[in-house]
């Protein structure tokens, strides 16, 4: 019999992996930690996978012979590529389950950074078209992205009790950037000169085929033998396509997607872009790998404080609304100090506090989406919210390329000219003859002002349009359930 059994039920009556039971039907179980590591090293991975070039954008072009724009395609690839599949995503996690998505998710992703190495391999050489192993890597990793994102959402419904699941779904969210804070920092530092190449592809492999293992291995179940809450033992969820008609119908909702897709989709162009905003300027790549774990960094501190606080006190809406409309003014700010020189001190600043605002709504608009769908399966919601974000990114990415403008002589930058020479994306140069002399200006519709004006606008937009209510907690309210805790377990029950 499993060791782990109910505390307040004899052994022949607990399930197996009980933590605590009361005299009602739910129970919690010591295993969703495991599943919750499990989800969080696979969003890591995932993450550093996806990031892996963007800090080292023109050595990783000079590698591979190859311009920025076709560098910047290992990154545009996980927003085309993921748009179908999340919703192929959201049917696997909602009809088959949570465990197939995780599984699933782990093969794909490992097998995405073996075929990545396989560029550097000299016997699987392809020449002057070695780039087109990391093209397919890169999309393998790209379908596994949309099962790993939708997963927390899930998990902490269907595993975690009511006054877990905020937190849960923050944990597991915040593993996404903090893969991209790992391969901020790992990258440029692995990466000095063209030569590193090799070794970065296969450092980054690694994790990958770690949470391979844990998930094939250890992924037993894609629920508990008895639900944590009322809300996880809801059992008649509509069908995907019922529930899919019920979003599309659900006018809270869809502000939401449009909202959070559209902040997200700000964060990804800003993840991708940031060594080549910063070093046409004068920043280095490490520098530009700095902010970027800044922005991580703080971004999971922010996310970590607001999650605690909406566990406690489910202000859901307010807290997203203040946390957009500050993010809103750092990313005016960091358009302001990034086309400025030797502002290190400053940038540092506004990335922080870019990253503390921004990612702490993250994990927060999830839950959000959760409360004005529901009963539609937690995987569709935050899967529809996702695919939306990376429709936005490809446009928002495709808008912000071109925008900027080829520099043949760049007297200031720290960047290394690729093929297709270095990309200003501070300023959109222009030049005009006048009397036989040639005059030079700045375009004021600057990529990175354009990222301010999205940002600004979704903020607006969000805290004007949006007001909902908490279906989810009024449901589980109404059915009149009690929750006790002990210094350790949890025992919820439904007073007869």
Known sequence: MDTESAESTSPSEAPAGAEAAGSGPFQVYKRRWFLLAVVCLLNCSNAMLWLTFAPVADITAEYFHTSLDMVNWLTLVYLVVSVPFGLLGIWILDTVGLKCAVVLCAWLNMVGSIIRVFSIVSFLSLGSQNFIYLLLGQSLCAMAQPLICFSPTKLAAVWFPDHQRATANMIASMSNPLGLLIANLLSPALVREAKDIPLMLEVFAGPAAFACVLATVGVHASAPPTPPSASAGHSDLPSFCEGLKMLMRNKPFIILALCTGGGIALFTCFSALLEQILCVNGYSDSFAGLNGALVTVFGLVGAFLLGLYVDRTKKFIEATKISMCLTALTSIAFAVVSHLRNQTYALATVSSLFGFFGFASYPVSMELAVECSYPVGEGMSSGLIFVTSQVQG????????????????????????????????????????????????????????????????????????????????STETTGACSVNKTEDDVAVMVPT
């Open 394 to 473: 490809v446009v928002l990415m495709v808008l912000l390329q071109s925008l900027t403008v080829e520099m043949k002589e760049a007297p200031f930058s720290t960047c290394r000219a690729s093929e297709g020479g270095i990309l200003n994306w501070s300023y959109s140069e222009r030049r005009i003859s006048f009397d036989e002399t040639l005059f030079s200006f700045s375009d004021p519709t600057a990529s990175t002002l354009v990222m301010a004006g999205v940002g600004s606008l979704i903020a607006c937009f969000f805290v004007i349009a949006f007001h909902t209510n908490y279906r989810r907690i």
